[in-house]
């Protein structure tokens, strides 16, 4: 019995001396605020151009005269170029739905279609400046969106989109 009791003793002691323990333990610093001024990867004109004049390329190789435009990560004008006998309105169209791309960083023909099976997306395409048809693609290095290329002009959002993806894949190394 006496080990019992000295059992029971070490025990009481040990719980005593952890809650002293704890009781003494410095509080965890707060976590740093986040930086006030920020670092972020952007494209270079060159870049731009080059995304630009490969969509255009991978669209004229398939008997499409194409627009296509590449904006940087907010959205801005780096790089257009329009194909020999593209529509005037291929340049409206590509500018847009590369700035929806960039700002949603998300390719707009998934975007489209997710608007047309789900109501409550449906309501994207009154979003001022959006536009709704497949051609826009982000541009990426690693998950961060550093701009997007839309291509208008194809026959059909999905060709628009090839020829997108077609072009960064021509610049994909440089992507990192």
């Known amino acids: 019995m006496p080990s019992i009791l000295r059992l029971g003793s070490l025990a009481a002691l040990l719980a005593a001396s952890l809650t002293s323990a704890q009781a003494q333990a410095p509080t965890p610093a707060p976590a740093a605020p986040a930086p006030a001024v920020r670092a972020e990867k952007n494209m270079s004109l060159e870049l731009a151009n080059e995304i630009a004049a490969g969509a255009v390329a991978a669209c004229a190789a398939n008997g499409y005269a194409v627009s296509a435009t590449v904006v940087d990560r907010s959205g801005v004008v780096r790089a257009v170029q329009r194909a020999n ?5 291929t340049l409206g169209a590509s500018e847009r739905k590369a700035w929806t791309s960039a ?15 789900n109501p409550a997306a449906a309501n994207l395409v009154n979003i001022p400046g959006f536009l709704l048809l497949g051609g826009g693609v982000p541009v990426k290095v690693g998950n961060e969106v550093i701009g997007a290329v ?12 090839q020829c997108a993806n077609a072009a960064l894949d021509k610049v994909r190394a440089q992507l990192g």
């Open 103 to 117: 700002s949603a960083k998300s390719p707009t023909l998934a975007m489209m279609e997710n608007a047309q099976k």
């Open 150 to 161: 839309g291509v208008g002009g194809a026959p059909g959002g999905q060709l628009d989109e």
């Open 85 to 89: 006998n593209a529509g005037a309105h």
